[in-house]
Nanobody, 127 residues
Framework: QVQLVESGGGLVQAGGSLRLSCAAS????????MGWFRQAPGKEREFVAA????????SYADSVKGRFTISRDNAKNTVYLQMNILNPEDTAVYYC????????????????????WGQGTQVTVSS
């Protein structure tokens, strides 16, 4: 079992930055690919970013590429999402997720690949 707890969400003005954190329990965190997804009001949940177990491979949605950066610290069992140049379209609940298939070479972008999910953290960007 893996438990994921997100933090770092909040209210920010357009053009600002936030850093989300996702703390994971469990000794096997370092072997899992991790992803961030988001769900805006009235919309389906969508992929944002993902990182392989080693941190050597990352993937981003086109809408955040160049603005968001995913990283991880396996010693701290934590994955981060640095979000810069935020705009109102980034307003959503952000979810952290873990893919428990060990040591996959490339982190997936599809929800069905992830079997552990956090409760989410709200990010609101005002114009």
């Amino acid at each position: 079992q893996v438990q994921l707890v997100e933090s770092g969400g909040g209210l920010v003005q357009a053009g600002g930055s936030l850093r989300l954190s996702c703390a994971a329990s469990g000794r096997t965190f370092s072997s899992y690919a991790m992803g961030w997804f988001r769900q805006a009001p009235g919309k389906e949940r969508e992929f944002v970013a993902a990182i392989s177990w080693s941190g050597g491979s990352t993937s981003y949605a086109d809408s955040v590429k160049g603005r968001f950066t995913i990283s991880r610290d396996n010693a701290k069992n934590t994955v981060y999402l640095q979000m810069n140049i935020l705009n109102p379209e980034d307003t959503a609940v952000y979810y952290c997720a873990a893919d428990s298939r060990p040591r996959t070479a490339v982190a997936g972008t599809k929800e069905f690949l992830y079997d552990y999910w956090g409760q989410g953290t709200q990010v609101t960007v005002s114009s």
